[in-house]
């Protein structure tokens, strides 16, 4: 029976997000999806371990209490100033239906005769989730791109622009930005905050491998959220937590709105017991900028030419063929990474960082390829 009526249009006219794939093939190098080389401290293992019992059958806490409280001392705020959820992904698609009103309804307010309450902004390149998140609401988009070094456009070149919006309900910068991999000082992005009227989320996913976080402006901005995650430099993308700091207010609004056990228990068990062992982590963290700044090196060597990089990725023009045909001559070499088919990063191949070894692996493939 033909059933495709009972879903809604725009639904049916969605163009879904694209994960990077997770392939089972034996002895592959996986350096296409920005996780992490290392695995959760012993500490981690040890905890998730001890809670797989009889417990099971209980329901997590709700509000990811204790976590909350670990975070807010780790940030220096109150849980009150924290939201959790089943990954960042996730706190990014609520901030959307809490705060921006979908295109259709009539009840959006005008300002200077734009709808702005229905307005997602964003910078191209960056996390392609948003237009997702966008589309999926109902909202309009709005994406404006960055410089072309994808450096961020000054509010003055904003304005003179005339694409950037500054009444947007909300957007969204990713910092540093993904997938070009560039960072961003807190001083530019203050200056863009205050000079939006809507939310601002600063997407900080990748900021443990960066010289700056703005985590500040989430204290002293009322409009200004900065999302976390444990996915990429805790090692702990199976379990999915993430989390926004914020303002009271939002994350009051955001916690009405949100599945009533939205972090589940294993996952909030592991993310507390990573707050635990920082050592462990900051020590890997050192260990990947290391692996990243000499894989560049090593790269560039190979003339490639490699942008800049703040996170545990690098974006990396290279040579003799396009970056889609490098996508595939690697993978015919059990080694794969990220090609993203938009035009602003089509010539590119994105590489996460992995192990020293499997960053020598790479560069030995490339040397046979060239
Ligand atoms: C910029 C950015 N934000 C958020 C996320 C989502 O992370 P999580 O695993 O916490 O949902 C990603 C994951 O790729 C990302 O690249």
Redesign the pocket.
């Known amino acids: 029976m033909p059933n495709s009526e009972f879903i809604r249009p725009l639904v049916q006219n969605l163009h879904a997000y694209v994960p990077g794939e997770q392939p089972k093939i034996k002895g592959l190098i996986k350096l296409n ?2 996780e992490n080389p290392y695995p959760p401290s012993p500490r981690v293992l040890d905890a998730v371990k001890a809670a797989v019992d009889g417990r099971l059958r209980l329901y997590p806490n709700p509000t990811a209490q204790n976590l909350r409280e670990k975070l807010a001392k780790l940030h220096g705020c109150a849980p009150e100033n924290i939201l959790v959820g089943n ?3 996730e706190v ?1 698609a609520l901030a959307v239906r809490g705060f921006v009103e979908p295109s259709q309804n009539s009840s959006f307010v005008f300002r200077n005769s734009r709808p702005w309450k229905a307005v997602v902004q964003y910078f191209t390149p960056s ?1 392609s ?1 948003y237009p997702v998140l966008a589309d999926i609401h109902g909202a309009t988009r709005n994406p404006v791109e960055l410089n072309p070094d994808f450096s961020l456009p000054s509010v003055a070149d904003l304005r003179r622009s005339r694409k950037w919006d500054f009444d947007a309900a909300l957007t969204f910068i ?1 910092t540093p930005n ?1 997938p070009s991999g560039r960072g961003y000082t807190t001083e530019e992005l203050k200056k863009i905050c205050l000079a939006q009227k809507g939310i601002v989320v600063l ?1 900080e ?2 900021v443990d491998f960066a010289e700056e976080n703005a985590m500040e402006l989430a204290g002293k901005l009322p409009h200004v959220l900065v ?1 976390r ?1 444990f ?1 990429k430099a805790y090692s702990l ?1 199976f379990q ?1 937590v ?1 989390y926004f700091v914020g303002h009271p207010n939002l994350i009051a609004a955001l916690d009405k709105i949100r599945d009533s056990y939205n972090v589940n228990g294993l996952g909030q068990i592991a993310a507390e017991a990573t707050l635990d062992d920082l050592k462990y982590y900051r020590a890997n963290f050192k260990k990947i900028i290391t692996t990243r700044e000499w894989l560049a090196a090593e790269l560039t060597k190979a003339n490639f030419r490699v942008l800049p990089s703040q996170t545990n990725f690098i974006l990396a023009h290279p040579p003799e063929f396009a970056a889609s045909e490098w996508l595939q001559k690697l993978r015919d070499k059990k080694i794969l990474v990220r090609w993203f088919n938009a035009p602003e990063v089509r010539d590119y191949l994105r590489i996460t960082i992995g192990t020293p070894e499997e960053a020598a692996a790479l560069v030995k493939a490339v040397r046979q390829i060239v």
């Open positions: 999806t920005n990954g960042s992904d990014l996390y989730l990713t993904a997407d996913a990748y999302a995650t996915s993308c999915r993430g």
